[in-house]
């Protein structure tokens, strides 16, 4: 009964998923929640204010500079007298507002004045969705703690185009606000956590280095959900372009060596969950200086090192915390390579992935994976990474319950 009298703020953005709202605001309210609607005009266009109003029993916000509504509640009141805000559907265009800190009209004016959290389920088109401005919004939506449900695959309502742009199901979007609303479930607390995340950088020489196509999604994912049980988590990333996680205290590191060192730096832990992309190899002596073309010389060789293997040298440390998990990359025998793993580098779990190309796995937002523990395998069906984090967060919490 996470809903029991939690005061909901619906911001309902212009797009054709705000047919949907109707039936959300029916989902919260059956679930004890109380909801308060803001419309953008664009929802205007699509719903109106009367069907929303009348299935929330409440008014609906939709005016700036309304004396009435400012006198008797307030944009400020609005952004602060609820418990969560929900923006469903976000629009590409609200989103651009937020990213950009605008306030022109009322709903961008709460999302700016509020302290409290939100979550946005995003509705578009599959082309406005994955256009880098729409992608770059997200990404510095994401960074300012702005919780994402969404958008899903499938058949688009408007013009039957399909791909990502779908806003997530009314169902989905509530499960979504319930585990924000959670606050009370901390199974780890007083646990200390180690996450490796991102790929390494093994420079050949000053300027040249060999790298991977890690985004470091996965990891930093899981790092924030350990950190939202309640763990104190230590996250060691390879070079990423995603933003630190909050909560979470992040050591940025290059070479496969210095995420080693800073690993053990931070032992004893209670888990240690490795999702780097290692290099495993490295340059045996990469160059002090930048390696010139000399006209008529053959191609310098490359001569590699093995790098050490950091998820090993935690399975077996004298240190090793009570939780070891590990991860594999693979493209092939997936099951088999990651059984083998899980023996070889003494870990408890190896969550194996097929990261072969045609999957879009790696750097993407999705994610397949087999989760392959002492005691048998188990098939996650595909889902969002930050999906994926949330239940391995919960298996490991499990353990220590
Ligand atoms: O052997 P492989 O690289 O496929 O193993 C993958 C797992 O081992 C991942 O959890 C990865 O983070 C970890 N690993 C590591 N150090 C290495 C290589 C892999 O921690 N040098």
């Known amino acids: 009964?996470?809903?029991?009298?939690?005061?909901?703020?619906?911001?309902?953005?212009?797009?054709?998923?705000?047919?949907?709202?109707?039936?959300?605001?029916?989902?919260?309210?059956?679930?004890?929640?109380?909801?308060?609607?803001?419309?953008?005009?664009?929802?205007?266009?699509?719903?109106?204010?009367?069907?929303?109003?009348?299935?929330?029993?409440?008014?609906?916000?939709?005016?700036?500079?309304?004396?009435?509504?400012?006198?008797?509640?307030?944009?400020?009141?609005?952004?602060?007298?609820?418990?969560?805000?929900?923006?469903?559907?976000?629009?590409?265009?609200?989103?651009?507002?937020?990213?950009?800190?605008?306030?022109?009209?009322?709903?961008?004016?709460?999302?700016?004045?509020?302290?409290?959290?939100?979550?946005?389920?995003?509705?578009?088109?599959?082309?406005?969705?994955?256009?880098?401005?729409?992608?770059?919004?997200?990404?510095?939506?994401?960074?300012?703690?702005?919780?994402?449900?969404?958008?899903?695959?499938?058949?688009?309502?408007?013009?039957?185009?399909?791909?990502?742009?779908?806003?997530?199901?009314?169902?989905?979007?509530?499960?979504?606000?319930?585990?924000?609303?959670?606050?009370?479930?901390?199974?780890?607390?007083?646990?200390?956590?180690?996450?490796?995340?991102?790929?390494?950088?093994?420079?050949?020489?000053p300027v040249r280095y060999i790298a991977n196509r890690s985004s470091g999604k996965q990891g930093h994912a899981i790092a924030a959900e350990l950190a939202r049980l309640g763990a104190e988590v230590t996250l060691v990333s390879g070079p990423v372009t995603i933003p630190d996680p909050k909560g979470v205290t992040t050591i940025h590191v290059e070479r496969a060596e210095d995420m080693r060192d800073a690993v053990l730096a931070n032992l004893p832990a209670d888990i240690a969950v490795m999702v780097a992309a290692v290099a495993d190899w490295r340059v045996a002596s990469a160059a002090g200086n930048k390696i010139k073309k000399q006209p008529g010389e053959a191609p310098p060789p490359l001569i590699l090192a093995e790098n050490p293997d950091i998820l090993k040298t935690i399975g077996r440390h004298p240190q090793r915390p009570t939780l070891v998990v590990g991860f594999a990359a693979e493209t092939q025998n997936v099951a088999e390579n990651g059984r083998s793993k899980l023996e070889r580098k003494g870990a408890d779990y190896i969550i194996a992935n097929d990261v072969s190309p045609e999957t879009g796995i790696m750097g993407g937002d999705r994610n397949r994976v087999k989760v392959i523990g002492k005691a048998g395998d188990e098939d996650w069906p595909e889902m969002g990474k930050q999906v994926v984090a949330e239940r391995i967060a919960r298996l490991i919490a499990s353990h220590f319950a």
Not at 31 to 41: D, Y
Not at 122 to 151: C, E, S, Y
């Open 1 to 205: 009964m996470i809903l029991q009298r939690k005061r909901i703020l619906l911001i309902i953005s212009g797009g054709i998923a705000a047919y949907k709202s109707l039936d959300l605001i029916r989902r919260l309210r059956e679930r004890g929640a109380s909801v308060r609607p803001v419309m953008t005009a664009g929802a205007q266009a699509f719903v109106t204010p009367l069907a929303v109003g009348a299935l929330a029993a409440d008014k609906v916000f939709t005016e700036l500079f309304s004396r009435e509504d400012e006198q008797d509640v307030g944009h400020i009141r609005l952004a602060r007298d609820c418990d969560l805000i929900l923006i469903a559907p976000a629009t590409a265009d609200l989103m651009a507002k937020m990213a950009n800190g605008h306030a022109d009209d009322l709903a961008s004016t709460i999302l700016l004045a509020t302290d409290k959290p939100v979550l946005a389920a995003p509705a578009m088109n599959p082309k406005m969705w994955t256009h880098p401005a729409t992608q770059r919004n997200h990404q510095t939506l994401v960074g300012d703690g702005i919780h994402f449900i969404g958008p899903t695959s499938g058949e688009m309502a408007e013009s039957g185009e399909k791909g990502e742009g779908r806003m997530a199901e009314p169902l989905e979007i509530v499960a979504a606000v319930e585990a924000l609303l959670d606050t009370g479930d901390k199974p780890l607390a007083g646990k200390k956590a180690i996450v490796t995340s991102g790929p390494t950088h093994e420079p050949i020489d």
